[in-house]
């Protein structure tokens, strides 16, 4: 069975800080690795991996992906509260139709 | 339309009763999918549609649990004689190739349902 471990489930933070999250995976035929931002209901697109260690970079946000190790983390620099979110990682195959599959999501609060 | 568009935005419902919940996706995206997302937990996959055909039904929690999308435009989740672990927030999410496509799926802002 897919499964996608995202950790810590939750952090505080304060402002300015920098924060890493961390998704590891096990699934067969492994096509891309998403990061999405949710912070009411709707999750929003981050990126997009799909080869190891080729880093994706928007603003103050950071992704890199490892095959061979099956993990990718996201990095978030001089944090704000505008970034207090939860934060989905999903994984999509090359199997069929299959969906993606999410993981739980880490909660980021960053405090003033 | 712009985005995924969801309604009702919010569903209370009695235990026992039926609720239906609809999603428009973006005009001319080929794939939806619905997803149900408990509190606390990541969106967990329900069923998947190309166009009008439902080609994966597997996550459906139970027979109470109804899809469609007759013309393989709007969708409808329709959930019979509702129980208290169906509270949750629904995600329809759309893509405009089969499957993920580049940029993964937009969704809409859900619909939360809870049963009392």
């Known amino acids: 069975e897919d499964k996608v471990v995202q950790s810590p489930l939750s952090l505080v933070v304060h402002e300015g800080d920098t924060v890493t999250l961390n998704c590891s995976y096990e699934?067969?035929?492994?096509?891309?690795l998403l990061w999405y931002k949710q912070e009411k209901k709707a999750p929003t697109f981050l990126f997009m991996l799909?080869?190891?260690?080729i880093e994706k970079k928007s603003g103050r946000l950071s992704s890199i992906l490892d095959k061979k190790e099956l993990f990718s983390i996201l990095n978030i620099t001089a944090t704000q509260t505008g970034d207090s979110a939860v934060y989905l990682c999903?994984?999509?195959?090359?199997?069929?139709?299959?969906?993606?599959?999410f993981g739980k999501g880490t909660r980021l609060s960053v405090i003033a | 339309g712009a985005g995924v568009s969801q309604s009702p935005r919010y569903k209370v419902a009695k235990r026992g009763q039926d609720v239906a919940l609809r999603c428009d996706p973006i005009?001319?995206?080929?794939?939806l999918f619905w997803y149900q997302q408990a509190l606390g937990q990541g969106p967990e996959f329900l069923t998947y549609?190309?166009?009008?055909?439902?080609?994966?039904k597997s996550g459906l929690p139970s027979d109470r649990f109804f899809a469609e999308r007759p013309e393989g435009s709007v969708s409808t989740l329709k959930i019979q004689r509702t129980q208290q672990e169906d509270s949750a927030v629904y995600l329809c999410?759309?893509?405009?190739?089969?499957?993920?496509?580049?940029?993964?799926?937009?969704f809409g802002s859900g619909t939360r349902l809870t049963v009392v």
């Open positions: 005009s001319g995206h080929v794939s």
């Open positions: 699934v067969t035929n492994f096509r891309s």
């Open positions: 999903a994984v999509d195959t090359y199997s069929g139709n299959t969906p993606l599959v």
């Open positions: 799909t080869s190891s260690g």
């Open positions: 999410a759309s893509s405009l190739a089969q499957g993920t496509g580049d940029y993964g799926y937009t």
């Open positions: 549609f190309q166009n009008e055909a439902q080609l994966d």
